[in-house]
């Protein structure tokens, strides 16, 4: 039944929404449901999984039922000893939001059942012979939400339940007037605690309409341009080449630096930059002489996003240049 007059809600623009239309695409709550949801659509029990990955995509797999198995990652980000089977998937990762369509198509190309993870690069051209999934609260100010990309990637999706996200979503007006530490940092957890113990479900609406009142084009435009600038300031300082994999398809996550410095990520933190090693756990899951220990190690992702620009960038350039002359 219509609802009309009482409060007035908060309003958003419509009909912006990235990824539209409803054949060949699920909106769901999260990437790691959309990793999962992927694996259902192509029929497959078992997933090849990189060991250079969150950990709750293995958890939420795992509570799933799924078989997991591993492969390792080179220098180059390629991938070690991948030998599925005919009937086994393999997720591939966008890492930083820095690899271009090619270079994912490159990997993918080989396997029947590939599923590519674009959680950290929402912008990223989905590819017609895989499940292409994404997550939207990297690149948008929402609670949650995910999108999987892909033939018959519907296929199941109105079955789920509904996400229900306003109940925790206080922190997102919380941070514009208290910042992210404290009270808001606080709430914010209640959310990634619900995110945490959720099934695979439907997007919200509260997600599903600031997605499509969101003007997609700023976001674009302003983290090419501070990549590019961050790529000035700290590609002399950065042990790896960020320049590889990418062109103009690509539309970066973070600048991913890493400087073998332990210290640098807690000089980092005093000055408010908030952000940590990925994926820690992986330091006592894996050989101490790998790629992903050297990467958990040592990365920090610096932040890029539309919300900033030179004046942050050159404020964090400052800090990392004066840690490294002190090493001198």
């Known amino acids: 039944m219509m609802e009309i007059g009482?409060?007035?809600?908060?309003?958003?623009?419509?009909?912006?929404?990235?990824?539209?239309?409803?054949?060949?695409?699920?909106?769901?709550?999260?990437?790691?449901?959309?990793?999962?949801?992927?694996?259902?659509?192509?029929?497959?029990?078992?997933?090849?999984?990189?060991?250079?990955?969150?950990?709750?995509?293995?958890?939420?797999?795992?509570?799933?039922?799924?078989?997991?198995?591993?492969?390792?990652i080179d220098r180059e980000f390629n991938p070690i000893d991948l030998t599925p089977q005919k009937n086994e998937a393999v997720l591939f990762v966008n890492y930083f939001g820095i690899m271009s369509k090619s270079r994912m198509e490159s990997l993918a190309k080989s396997y029947k059942n590939a599923i590519i993870d674009n959680s950290q690069a929402f912008f990223a051209p989905p590819l017609d012979t895989c499940m292409n999934v994404y997550s939207c609260r990297?690149?948008?100010?929402?609670?949650?939400?995910?999108?999987?990309?892909?033939?018959?990637?519907?296929?199941?999706?109105?079955?789920?339940?509904?996400?229900?996200?306003?109940?925790?979503?206080?922190?997102?007006?919380?941070?514009?007037?208290?910042?992210?530490?404290?009270?808001?940092?606080?709430?914010r957890q209640k959310n990634e605690n619900r995110i945490e113990n959720e099934d695979c479900l439907k997007m919200s609406k509260l997600t599903r309409t600031i997605l499509d009142g969101t003007d997609y084009e700023v976001i674009k435009k302003k983290r090419v341009q501070n990549f590019a600038y961050a790529k000035k300031l700290f590609d002399k300082l950065n042990r790896l080449d960020v320049s590889k994999y990418y062109d103009d398809t690509v539309v970066p996550m973070v600048y991913p630096l890493l400087i073998e410095d332990t210290s640098l990520l807690y000089k980092l933190l005093d000055a408010k930059h908030f952000q940590g090693h990925w994926w820690n756990y992986l330091l006592k899951e894996t050989d101490a002489d790998s790629f992903e220990h050297y990467l958990s190690e040592y990365m920090i992702p610096i932040t890029i996003d539309q919300r900033y620009g030179k004046e942050e960038l050159d404020y964090l350039y400052g800090i990392i240049a004066e840690s490294e002359d002190n090493k001198v």
């Open 6 to 72: 009482s409060f007035i809600e908060l309003q958003f623009p419509k009909g912006l929404e990235y990824y539209k239309g409803d054949k060949d695409i699920a909106r769901l709550n999260t990437g790691r449901a959309g990793i999962w949801h992927g694996l259902t659509v192509l029929g497959c029990d078992t997933v090849w999984i990189p060991h250079y990955q969150c950990d709750s995509v293995r958890d939420f797999l795992n509570k799933k039922g799924v078989k997991i198995k591993y492969y390792s």
């Open 138 to 187: 990297k690149f948008v100010g929402v609670p949650d939400g995910a999108y999987v990309l892909g033939k018959n990637a519907d296929k199941k999706a109105e079955e789920y339940d509904e996400c229900h996200s306003s109940d925790t979503s206080l922190f997102m007006l919380q941070r514009i007037e208290y910042g992210c530490e404290g009270k808001a940092y606080e709430t």
